[in-house]
C-alpha cells in the first residue's frame, strides 16, 4: 500500500512483529517504511498482537474443559454449565495456564508503543483499541482506562507533547495530508 499510495497510511490496527510475531504486525522494515511516507501505525489493544503463546494458552483452556467434562463454545468453557466442583478444579488448574502463558497488560502494550516510536519516530505513532472488535488488555480494557495509557507513558519518560501526539496529533495530521492529497488529485484534469 505503501508504494502505491499516493498519501500516507494508516496502519490501524497493528503492533510491532519485533515483540510479537502477528501476521498483522508490522516488521521494522515496514515500520521504516510507514515513517519514510509520513504514515502512522496505530498500536492496538487486541491480546494476540501483543504478546505470542495465547493459541497455545487457548488449546490448554479448552483441553482443560473438555478434560474436567465442562462445554465449550469456539472461543471458552461454559462455566455457567459446569457444576461447582468442576468450576472449583477449573479454576485452580487455570491458575497454572495463567502462570504458563500469561495474558499480555499494559506493559506489553507500551513496549510495542516503545518499539514503534524507537523505529518509526514520535511522529508516525498512535494509540489504537479495537474495544468493539475485541481488542482490551488488561490495565486498558476499555476508554475509562485511557488515563493508565497516559501515566504509563509519562512515566517511561514521554513528553507531554510526545503524548499529545500518540493520543491523536499523529492521526490528525496523516488524516490532514490524506484530505489534502485527495483535493489535489480531483483537481487534476
Known amino acids: 500500500m505503501i508504494e502505491l499510495s499516493k498519501a500516507p497510511i494508516i496502519a490501524s490496527h497493528s503492533g510491532c512483529r ?6 498483522r504486525n508490522l516488521d521494522d522494515e515496514q515500520l521504516k517504511a ?15 498482537f501483543l504478546r505470542g ?16 467434562g465442562i462445554p465449550t463454545d469456539r472461543r471458552r468453557p461454559k462455566l455457567e454449565q459446569a457444576t461447582e466442583p468442576q468450576r472449583r478444579e477449573y479454576r485452580a488448574a ?3 495456564i495463567d502462570e504458563q502463558y500469561p495474558m499480555p497488560d499494559l506493559d506489553d502494550y507500551i513496549d510495542h508503543v516503545d518499539h ?13 483499541s479495537d474495544f468493539d472488535g475485541g481488542g482490551g488488555i488488561a490495565g486498558f480494557n476499555d476508554h475509562s482506562e485511557a488515563p493508565n495509557v497516559t ?23 496523516v488524516w490532514r495530508d490524506v484530505e489534502r492529497v485527495a483535493a489535489q488529485l480531483q483537481n487534476q484534469p
Open 18 to 23: 519485533a515483540l510479537c510475531d502477528h501476521p
Open 34 to 48: 510507514l515513517a519514510e511516507h509520513g504514515g502512522v501505525i496505530q498500536v492496538v489493544t487486541v491480546d494476540s
Open 53 to 68: 503463546g495465547l493459541p497455545e494458552r487457548r488449546r490448554a483452556i479448552r483441553k482443560l474443559a473438555q478434560r474436567l
Open 94 to 96: 487455570f491458575a497454572k
Open 116 to 128: 514503534a516510536v524507537r523505529v518509526a519516530g514520535i511522529d508516525h505513532v498512535g494509540i489504537g
Open 151 to 173: 501515566l504509563e507513558l509519562l512515566r517511561r519518560g514521554y513528553s507531554e507533547d510526545d503524548v499529545r501526539k500518540i493520543w491523536g496529533a499523529n492521526l490528525l495530521r
